[in-house]
């Protein structure tokens, strides 16, 4: 059975400081990795998709890397804003691509 | 080009009404997945239809759920009965299927449900 679990489950940090999210996983066998925010009270919006064949993906001051051996996915903020301040989720997709397990998040704040 | 649409946005109900949630997928996309997010807690898996099927539910309760994404119109989930604890924000994503379900999930906005 597949467990995501994500550390810190909160993060309180200075604007402009570059911060890593941590998510695991213990099931090795996953078709893809997805990181989501949650901004509170609304839903959720995808920022970064990895496949099981891929070892990271960019998009702007986001990376997001996949180390399946290790069960490990890490998200790297550059440059914080306070307008990062979010949940943030990562959510792994089974063999099949069917059913996703999300972590519980982490609370990020970010102050100016 | 719509995204996946939820309504209604609040739901609130009474204890021992029906609660009706409905998705929309994205145009396209044929397999629907339904999620709940309780208070400070993260998003639990319910049930993943395609039209007219159900193909997992081990995430729903054995009682008062139920789910459904006929041929035509949005998916429905269903809730008899409502208790407090079924409080909570309900989340539909939709995936385009197959293969294309490398590009992995779209969310809609949720219904945030409350018993009183």
């Known amino acids: 059975k597949q467990e995501v679990t994500q550390i810190p489950a909160a993060l309180s940090v200075p604007e402009g400081e570059n911060l890593v999210l941590n998510c695991s996983f213990t099931?090795?066998?996953?078709?893809?990795l997805q990181w989501f925010r949650q901004d509170p009270g609304k839903g959720l919006t995808s920022l970064l998709l990895?496949?099981?064949?891929?070892r990271e993906q960019t998009s702007g001051r986001l990376n997001a890397s996949l180390d399946k051996s290790s069960g490990r996915s890490t998200l790297y903020i550059a440059a914080s804003q306070p307008g990062d301040s979010a949940t943030y989720l990562c959510?792994?997709?089974?063999?099949?691509?069917?059913?996703?397990?999300f972590g519980a998040g982490t609370r990020l704040f970010v102050k100016a | 080009n719509a995204g996946v649409m939820q309504n209604p946005r609040h739901l609130v109900r009474r204890r021992g009404q029906e609660a009706r949630l409905r998705c929309s997928p994205m145009?396209?996309?044929?397999?629907v997945y339904w999620y709940r997010q309780l208070p400070e807690e993260g998003l639990k898996f319910m049930v993943y239809?395609?039209?007219?099927?159900?193909?997992?539910e081990s995430g729903m309760p054995k009682e008062r759920f139920s789910a459904e994404f006929p041929k035509e119109g949005p998916s429905i989930l269903r809730i008899q009965q409502v208790v407090r604890g079924d409080s909570a924000a309900y989340f539909c994503?939709?995936?385009?299927?197959?293969?294309?379900?490398?590009?992995?999930?779209?969310f809609g906005s949720g219904t945030r449900l409350t018993v009183v």
């Open positions: 994503a939709s995936s385009p299927g197959g293969q294309l379900a490398q590009k992995g999930y779209t």
């Open positions: 099931d090795s066998a996953i078709y893809n």
């Open positions: 990895i496949q099981s064949s891929q």
């Open positions: 959510a792994v997709a089974n063999t099949g691509g069917f059913k996703t397990i």
């Open positions: 145009k396209g996309h044929s397999h």
């Open positions: 239809l395609q039209k007219e099927n159900i193909i997992d």
